[in-house]
């Protein structure tokens, strides 16, 4: 295996229409990303349903995610992560306009 090395800080782009999820390292049963967001949230009416658990991390910025089932809010501060369990309905409700928040995302298969 070539080793991969690179910044995770590195080519965020200045305009961001929408959000930006970005593939860093996959296996068999798992996958990390790097998710961009500038003010972005889940669509209207959308809720993340995903058949394995997702761990997050907040590397810069702010967010808010909601839970659907009990209606919990989680903010999140840099440094600030959260593990989310297969089929629980979730979504982003808020993020730091005006700012990149930057995201770390494991997600187990």
């Not at 949230?41 to 089932?69: K, M």
């Not at 730091?96 to 995201?103: F, K």
């Amino acid at each position: 295996m070539n080793p991969v090395n690179s910044n995770i800080f590195k080519n965020i782009p200045g305009q961001l229409p929408e959000e930006l999820i970005e593939c860093i390292f996959k296996r068999d049963n798992i996958q990390i990303e790097r998710i961009i967001s500038k003010g972005h949230t889940t669509t209207a009416g959308q809720w993340y349903d995903q058949d394995g658990d997702e761990w997050v991390i907040l590397l810069q910025g702010e967010a808010v995610i909601l839970y659907e089932q009990d209606l919990q809010t989680f903010h999140l501060n840099v440094g600030d992560y959260l593990l989310i369990p297969a089929h629980t309905r979730h979504r982003v409700e808020w993020t730091q306009p005006g700012q990149h928040t930057v995201w770390l995302a494991v997600h187990l298969h």
